[in-house]
Structures are given as C-alpha cells and as structure tokens.
C-alpha cells in the first residue's frame, strides 16, 4: 500500500512545482477534459458478502461449524443423544481511512473543470486503493484482516513455475459445498494470471485451460471458474509467496461504517484563502470459514 503525505496546497502555480499542484487545471485554449490517472488493484470489497451499518460500534459476526457432527440412527422407542452445537464469534470494527487535500480559492475560481466533483472522485479512489491493500493482506491486528491472511494453505507449488495440476489441486482442496456455489472462484495478481493464461498456449488439452471473457465486464475463466484480478496480492511464483487464491468468497466479510463520506471545509483554511477537502471510510473485514477459503503456497 502507497503512503503519501502532503503539506502543499493546490494552487493555480508553484515556483518549485511549476504547475503540478493545479497550475494545469487552468485553460489556456484546450479542451475541458481532465485525465484522471488510475491504478487497477482488484475487487476485494465487490467480491466479498457486505455488512453495512449506520455506525461504527464493535460488530458481532456469530458463527458454527457444524459439520463435524453428524445425524445418528436411532432404533424405534430408543433415547436420541442430545448433539451439541458450538457456536464462535467474530468481530467486526471500523478502521478510518482518510485522505485530505487543500485547494486555494484562485484555483477553485480559476478551474475550468467542476473540481469538487473530480476530488470526491479522486479522493474516492485513493481510499478504494488503500482498502484494497488492508482486505488483501491487512494483519487483523488495529487493521482489517485480509482475505489472505485469514485464509489457509490449499496446495503447495515449485517455486517460480505454476501448472495445471497446481491450479486442479488448489481447487479441489475446497470442499464441494462451497465449491459449487456461484460465489467461488479464483483470484490472482495480474502478472500471476498472464502465467496461467501462457498454460494454454500451444497446449494438447483437449479442454481450454484460460477462457478469456467475451462481455465487457465480466471475468475471464479458468478451468470454468470466473478469476480475479487482485494486483495487492503476491505478483511473482517466487518462494514463500501465495501466488493464486480459491475462494467461495461469500465467506469474506467487509464490513462498512456509513459508506464514504466526503466534508468541505470552508472556514478552516479560511485565513489564507483555501478550502479544505477531506473523504475518510470507517471499514473492516474478516474471514468467516478458512477451509472455504484457500491459497497456492510456493515453495522451493
């Protein structure tokens, strides 16, 4: 995860960063279009089951794993053993992840594009990158644990090399009930998912090992199943990494404290003609069931 501070305020010019600060926004005869500049890091929060609640207080998630314990047969007229159920719990709190900016009154009159629109964007996306990070491989201590983190070794690869049998094994260690569900699939870093794809080429499988996806919008598939690109996981089949994840994602929860919220500041900077902009979300996540959940582990 990328960690920036800043101490400058957006301006129309800057004597030491020419017009980086906001000088840019300014027209001088071009068109009112603006590059927004974007990094894709992958679909964590989209993919995973959603708790929203109005406030931030620590949440109870309760869960059982029951499937240890089966039914008995039992004869006509005979005493059925009581079967007791052992119930857990996980907690949910709400992280603060925010982002502030300072944008002088001149550029803000000056700009000829609609800049409180662009920084709700922007600042957006920049809390979007940073929850990524943390529902990816956060430690679950004073931050959210991430879906590798709280997940389980599946299967165990060679060390900078991926094969078909890897990716079956890693599937196949997921329990069918979970693995049949329409929230199972796959997620890897792009650089892994180019390895997968080159699997395919001038194969002599009779079935295609990488499909790619037909529709804007939808995922391409491996083995039938829809993958994921995640650019916060490992991006190399390099010893110790987790390189590709299994997942009945449906198991992952990220748990959201009033969305993102966005507050202008007029009177706070007021004395040197500046208003402040500033975006934060109050976010956590957890794995609810490690054996729905499973990575490759490399190894030398």
């Known amino acids: 995860m990328i960690q920036q501070r800043g101490t400058k305020t957006q301006v129309t010019n800057d004597a030491t960063d020419g017009k980086a600060l906001g000088g840019f926004l300014v027209p001088q005869e071009f068109s009112n279009e603006l590059d927004v500049a974007t990094l894709y890091t992958g679909q964590v929060e989209q993919l995973a089951k959603k708790l929203n609640t109005a406030s931030g207080g620590l949440l109870d998630y309760p869960t059982v794993d029951d499937t240890g314990t089966d039914a008995n047969l039992v004869a006509e007229a005979a005493q059925v053993t009581v079967q007791d159920m052992t119930f857990a719990n996980k907690q949910l709190s709400a992280y603060n992840y ?38 990816t491989t956060g430690t679950g201590s004073s931050q959210p644990q991430g879906i590798i983190t709280g997940a389980v070794s599946g299967t165990t690869s060679t060390a900078g090399a991926i094969d078909v049998q890897n990716i079956l094994d890693l599937i196949y260690s997921i329990d069918p009930s979970y693995r049949n569900k329409p929230t199972f699939g796959l997620m890897a870093h792009d650089a892994v998912v180019a390895s997968i794809r080159a699997l395919g080429t001038d194969s002599t499988n009779d079935f295609p090992i990488f499909i790619p996806s037909l529709e804007a919008g939808q995922p391409d598939r491996v083995m039938g199943l829809p993958i994921y690109v995640n650019n916060d996981m490992d991006n190399s089949l390099a010893d110790t990494k987790k390189p590709l994840l299994a997942a009945d ?48 582990t490399s190894a030398a």
């Open 98 to 135: 925010s982002s502030l900016v300072r944008v002088s009154q001149q550029l803000l009159q000056d700009s000829a594009f609609d800049l409180n629109s662009f920084l709700v964007e922007a600042m957006g996306e920049r809390i979007a990158r940073a929850t990524n990070a943390a529902f």
């Open 249 to 296: 994602f449906s198991k992952f929860v990220v748990r959201n404290a009033g969305g993102i919220q966005m507050l202008r500041l007029n009177e706070r900077f007021a004395d040197e003609l500046e208003v402040g902009f500033v975006s934060w979300k109050r976010s956590d996540s957890r794995v609810l069931n490690s054996a729905a959940i499973k990575y490759m």
